[in-house]
């Protein structure tokens, strides 16, 4: 059997994602580097005609702030327009993309001024994308990623461990740090995108990694097809 998956992404998504890398055979080691933690931001919806969310984190963290479940959402992928379903919104747009294609989907629809709720510190500007388009968004922060250090005994069990997944550049770059101090040159980085591949892929040309790949589709899908290459 192969070494045990590292899940690195913040609860309570890691559980979920635990439960497919079991389900495909692999035993998982939970420890993520991030946590989030929920910000009490006042809502104003005040001329706002849709809400746009790039994480499911910002879909749990917004409908905790408002009632509101009325306007329509655009989602970055399938399971964040899932959970925005599951919070009670009605209407639910996927992306099944990146956050460029979630701004090309609501450029398309034109639905007017967007409300984008997510990270204090967003990987990527969603307003800025929408603005160069010729669309309207207004960020929102209800969300802060911080960075959490993994257990000694993760540490000391890296040379066991046959891969790690990543979710977000953030966490990319805080294995990058650990990285630097601890070698695991026969671990493998598999990471959700590009960007969240770039931190990590000088330590895999210097050694102090074993391999960086990423999905060719930033969808979890497509994350976890990488466990068997």
């Not at 959970?83 to 747009?93: D, E, I, K, M, N």
């Not at 977000?168 to 601890?182: F, G, K, M, V, W």
């Not at 671990?187 to 990590?200: D, E, I, K, N, T």
Request: glycine letters at 6%; proline letters at 9%; one cysteine or more.
């Amino acid at each position: 059997m192969a070494g045990p998956v590292w899940i690195t992404r913040a609860r309570p998504g890691a559980l979920a994602t635990a439960r497919r890398v079991e389900a495909l055979g692999y035993p998982v080691v939970i420890d993520p580097l991030l946590q989030i933690v929920p910000l009490d931001s006042p809502v104003d919806l005040g001329g706002i005609a849709a809400l746009a969310f790039t994480s499911v984190n910002g879909v749990e963290a917004f409908a905790a702030l408002t009632p509101v479940r009325d306007l329509p959402v655009f989602a970055v992928g399938d399971r964040t327009a899932r959970a925005a379903q599951a919070a009670g919104f009605a209407r639910a747009h996927s992306a099944d993309g990146d956050v460029t294609d979630l701004a090309d989907l609501i450029a398309r629809h034109r639905p007017g001024r967007v409300l984008c709720p997510g990270a204090q510190e967003p990987a990527a500007d969603l307003p800025a994308l929408l603005a160069s388009q010729g669309a309207e968004g207004r960020a929102l922060a209800v969300y802060r990623s911080c960075d959490r250090d993994p257990a000694p005994e993760t540490l000391a069990r890296l040379a066991d461990l046959s891969a790690v997944l990543l979710h977000s550049p953030r966490a990319a770059l805080n294995l990058a740090h650990l990285l630097d101090r601890e070698a695991a040159p026969q671990l493998r980085a598999l990471c959700l995108s590009a960007a969240v591949a770039a931190p990590l892929a000088p330590l895999a040309a210097s050694g102090r990694l074993g391999s960086v790949t990423f999905a060719p589709r930033p969808r979890e899908s497509d994350l976890l097809d990488l466990l068997a290459d």
